[in-house]
């Protein structure tokens, strides 16, 4: 369950707030003022929403200031009453993911907590896999039956970037300036080369050749 720390001085507003986000499936510690709230910050939370002008002299913008102080980048969604370009700029400013105008509706207060939650919390796949070789992103190396295949760093960003654009055709001079970069300076049959060293390595990998233009990776498997 994901953990959200609600910083609202308004009673009747942060009960009506914790309630709806408790009926989303979320976990809530509510603050009523900020001196609390600053005391909590080190503590495991996934999404902090402030106000910026809170009933005592600590406000939302100082909140925010100690977290990035402490390394503390947990998302941050500010509401205020204040209305003003400056003020949105300012939060953006100090490190805030979203900007809530009051008066505002709960059910749309958690819709964005949502789309926050989803884009930063969830999990994105690392593996790719293609016949029986299993493409992992993260470690940037290819592996068959768990035994890892020796490529090059050319040869594996040549197959990342077909993984990536799979069904679509290349020609040699965009296969260059994506793979090679687009500082480098030689002859365009490089490419013809380094498929050749990755169609004998990959022999499954089914690369194919585009006559008079240049190259495809067919892919016909689900990911």
């Not at 002008?53 to 102080?69: A, N």
């Not at 016949?131 to 035994?147: C, G, K, P, V």
């Not at 793979?179 to 022999?203: A, E, M, Q, S």
């Amino acid at each position: 369950m994901y953990k959200i720390c609600l910083v609202e001085d308004e009673v009747n507003l942060n009960n009506i707030v914790k309630t709806y986000l408790e009926n989303a499936g979320y976990e809530v510690i509510p603050f009523y003022d900020g001196k609390s709230a600053l005391a909590y910050i080190g503590n495991e939370v996934n999404l902090w929403i402030l106000d910026i002008m809170l009933g005592d002299d600590v406000s939302g913008y100082d909140i925010i200031k100690k977290m990035r102080e402490n390394n503390d980048q947990t998302p941050v969604i500010f509401t205020s009453a204040r209305d003003q370009e400056l003020d949105k700029i300012i939060g953006l400013e100090l490190g805030s993911d979203d900007y809530v105008t009051k008066p505002y509706s709960p059910k749309e207060l958690v819709l964005r907590v949502n789309n926050i939650i989803k884009r930063v919390y969830t999990k994105v796949t690392t593996k790719t896999y293609y016949e029986t070789y299993e493409i992992d992103t993260e470690r940037r190396i290819i592996l068959e039956n768990n035994q890892e295949i020796p490529l090059t760093t050319l040869e594996y960003d040549l197959v990342l970037f077909f993984i990536n654009n799979k069904n679509k055709s290349f020609g040699r001079e965009e296969i260059l300036k994506n793979v090679w970069g687009t500082d480098y300076f030689g002859n365009d049959r490089v490419v013809d080369d380094l498929i050749r060293r990755v169609r004998k390595k990959l022999p499954k990998l089914n690369i194919n050749t585009l006559y008079g233009f240049g190259y495809r990776l067919s892919w016909n498997i689900p990911n």
